[in-house]
């Protein structure tokens, strides 16, 4: 049953194969179970290998746990219990080996769970849901009054008038795992069977947007006279007054706001990684590690697969980091179409409700963050004002933690009773002073990673270890790409950074979103701006790349010390032969010091104003900005997109984007450009490099749905780089 693997490959490992223990393709569960169970007898290192192929997951067999995760549903009793598919307790020296094989994921569960595990691994998995809970309909024909909604496979619907009710596969009850039903009260908490909220993505753009309550005036439902089924898995939308159809390639995004469980869940285990995942969905929330010591992602890419008619891939942040006292690293991972950041890396405040000498009662303020433990005896514990995040004088260490366990709901879920080693200042008053783990406090390390169409943040990081973000993409983010807070007041995640380094990354056509402040924003959730209080310290942004839509590259709030040095700043899409007016400043500073602007390059029709508010003269230089050259002509144009038998005409320069609606059987595309000018043109299906033959032409396989050809033309330094995004649709 255990064997010694390959000496060359895995030279130290045993080797422990999930098709020896009664292993069932229909359900991959009990097998791994057992599996995991007798690795637990083996010493020394292991590695549990499913065999390449297709695997159901389903949910009944699953180990049920009670925890309570962060950012998800706080202590409500009714999601209290998880149900996880591969469920890695109290385990050293493991690695979970898929070998590519394929997930195919059932129900409501979390995909995996590392619980106190030590150098604990799972990669080479592809992971998909066979209906997950964010539904997502795709504009597959355009008319005056109407348009149709192609419906992705597995999904079954009943309509009535209007309304249509979504039911899932069923369970082995014969029961639908889930039912969306709409409309439902939205003044009281929704009970499982609603559906309470929109997201919208143009696949023509590539932008991601429109989040909104369904109670609310949107485009799906505004002015709606009649639903009905025009073909199976097409659903024609007709509108009259105060309605109007979506452009082809639209896609409504439907789901709950209800957050029942992770994804994937990290708690208190150490040195942890994932790798080489290919991750089409998230159910409920995203990866989360939470009170970790030490957490690598690697090589994952999180994208709805080809073919799936599927756009969305979490119903939330994708990677969060809640707690973490090692290093973070996570690195050439390829992100898209989450409904939430991308990234976030933070800890938790919790705030001060009573003292009595050196005991203190602390409470989880957020409704959706509690029940699970903060606090150890021998972490070091600093006080923070609420009005300036600023830290108090004082610094304990904890003795003594009465308070949840994250596993026990017998116990008092909202609050923490800590004894420091010391009585707490005076200044220590409750409601006005939150507590923070310094302890848990990662260095963390963002690298070689593709963000692309996401509609809130790229990545959030408040941390007071060092920071290093670089060689990083960031494309379509509807709000900042990179946002820094410190938030006693709204989420309660800590904390304030103090070495945070921004280098070597390209930003395109981000922070589009009306919310949106700029590409980076530094803003923490303090009221004021007087510098003599700056929350943030130690900022460089060096060495980036930035395609903007006219919007401030930086808005920074209450930071001593920002280096703003050899960035390049072109407008995207700009005419390289015009001057157009920049309509706002370069960046903005409030109530920061020692800021430095030098050497920093900017194109045609982007300011080089630097506004500062609350601040000192002598707090902000502004040298040796360059501006850079036009091109005598325009670099490259989208002139037209031509299939085997269809042709579709020239496009107005500077079109970036089109729809196609194509034949079934169109299996090729050829994409003229005028003028390239020598510049090399970098095609992707689906995020993938692809090649064209001599001709030109580059083979496509159709995918049901959307198949995205994504066309890039390389650029000198200052010329405004040109992206293209053609869509096919095909309606099989």
């Known amino acids: 049953m255990n064997r010694p693997l390959d000496e060359a490959s895995h030279p130290d490992e045993t080797l422990v194969d999930v098709s020896d223990f009664s292993l069932d393709p229909g359900d991959l569960t009990p097998a791994l179970a057992r599996a995991l169970e007798h690795a637990r007898s083996v010493p020394g290192p292991k590695r549990v290998v499913v065999p390449p ?17 962060s950012n998800t549903v706080g202590s409500r009793e009714e999601h209290r219990d998880k149900r996880i598919a591969i469920l890695l307790e109290d385990l050293c020296d493991v690695t979970i080996d898929g070998e590519g ?18 150098r604990a691994s799972i990669r080479g998995f592809a992971v998909d ?7 997502d309909l795709t504009v597959i024909h355009s008319g005056p009054d109407h348009h149709d909604l192609l419906v992705p496979a597995g999904y079954r619907y009943q309509i009535c008038g209007t309304e249509v009710t979504w039911l899932s596969e069923d369970s082995s009850s014969g029961q639908p795992h889930w039912v969306y039903h709409r409309p439902e009260p939205l003044d009281v908490p929704l009970p499982d069977l609603g559906y309470d909220f929109m997201q919208i993505t143009d696949l023509q753009t590539g932008r991601a947007h429109g989040g ?10 505004s002015g709606l006279v009649s639903v009905r089924e025009i073909a199976p898995g097409v659903l024609r939308h007709t509108y009259g007054e105060g309605g109007s159809p979506s452009a082809l390639g639209t896609v409504f995004q439907l789901r709950r706001t209800m957050r029942d469980t992770p994804g994937a869940l990290l708690w208190e285990a150490k040195d942890s990684v994932i790798a080489d995942m290919d991750i089409g969905y998230l159910h409920g929330f995203g990866m989360i590690a939470q009170m970790t010591d030490s957490v690598t992602v690697r090589g994952v890419r999180f994208r709805a697969p080809a073919g799936s008619r599927r756009t969305t891939v979490g119903f939330a942040d994708l990677v969060q980091i809640s707690g973490d006292k090692g290093t973070v690293v996570i690195e050439d991972n390829d992100f898209g179409f989450s409904h939430d950041d991308a990234i976030n890396i933070h800890n938790t405040y919790v705030q001060l409700v009573a003292v009595d000498g ?6 989880f303020m957020h409704h959706e963050t509690s029940g699970f433990p903060l606090f150890h005896p021998g972490d070091t514990v600093a006080l923070v004002d609420r009005d300036t ?32 080693d010391e009585p707490l200042p005076d200044a220590a008053i409750p409601g006005r002073v939150v507590a923070e783990n310094l302890t848990y406090n990662p260095a963390v390390a963002v690298r070689r990673n593709r963000f692309q169409s996401i509609a809130t943040r790229g990545m959030l990081v408040t941390t007071r270890g060092s920071v290093v973000i670089e060689d990083n993409r960031f494309e379509r983010v509807e709000m900042a790409s990179i946002y820094v807070s410190a938030d006693a007041s709204q989420w309660y995640e800590s904390s304030v950074v103090r070495d945070l380094v921004i280098r070597n990354n390209v930003f395109i056509r981000s922070a589009t979103s009306t919310k949106a402040k700029a590409e980076i924003l530094v803003e923490p959730t303090a009221a004021g701006e007087d510098p003599s209080k700056a929350a943030h310290s130690g900022i460089v942004i060096r060495d980036n790349v930035f395609l903007s839509a006219d919007i401030p590259v930086l808005d920074a709030k209450s930071v001593s010390g920002i280096s703003f040095t050899g960035n390049t700043i072109v407008r995207y899409g700009a005419d390289p032969l015009g001057e157009p007016t920049p309509s706002g400043p370069l960046a903005i500073v409030r109530g920061c010091t020692a800021v430095q602007f030098r050497g920093n390059a900017t194109g045609q029709g982007v300011s080089q104003e630097v506004t500062c508010h609350a601040m000192a003269a002598d707090d902000l230089i502004v040298e040796g900005f360059v501006r850079l050259e036009p091109p005598q002509a325009p670099l490259a144009a989208l002139e037209s997109v031509e299939t085997e038998g269809l042709r579709v005409p020239p496009f107005p320069w500077p079109a970036d984007s089109v729809v196609v609606r194509v034949p079934d ?13 020598g510049h090399p043109v970098r095609l992707a299906v689906h ?31 200052g010329v405004p780089k040109r992206l293209y995004r053609c869509v096919l649709l095909r309606a099989s």
Not at 396 to 417: A, F, K, R, Y
Request: hydrophobic share 45%.
């Open 212 to 221: 909104t309550m369904l109670d609310l005036p949107n485009p799906l439902r």
């Open 358 to 363: 050196n005991v203190a009662k602390f409470r």
């Open 687 to 717: 995020g993938i490099p692809v090649e064209p033959d001599a001709d030109g032409w580059l083979a496509v396989p159709l995918e049901s749905g959307a198949t995205v050809v994504e066309c890039e033309v390389e650029a000198p330094v």
């Open 53 to 69: 192929g297709v695997y159901h997951v389903h949910p009944d067999h699953a180990p049920v746990r009670e925890f309570y995760v």
């Open 129 to 135: 849901w066979v209906t997950p809970r964010a539904i």
């Open 665 to 677: 059987d169109l299996a090729r595309i050829r994409i003229s450009f005028k003028p390239v000018d």
């Open 389 to 420: 995040m600023l830290d108090l004088p004082w610094a304990g260490t904890v003795i003594d933690v009465h308070g949840p366990s994250g596993q026990d709901h017998s116990v008092d879920l909202e609050n923490v009773n800590l004894t420091f």
């Open 101 to 118: 094989a394929t997930l195919v994921m059932h129900g409501q569960q979390t995909l995996f769970a590392m619980i106190r595990t030590r």
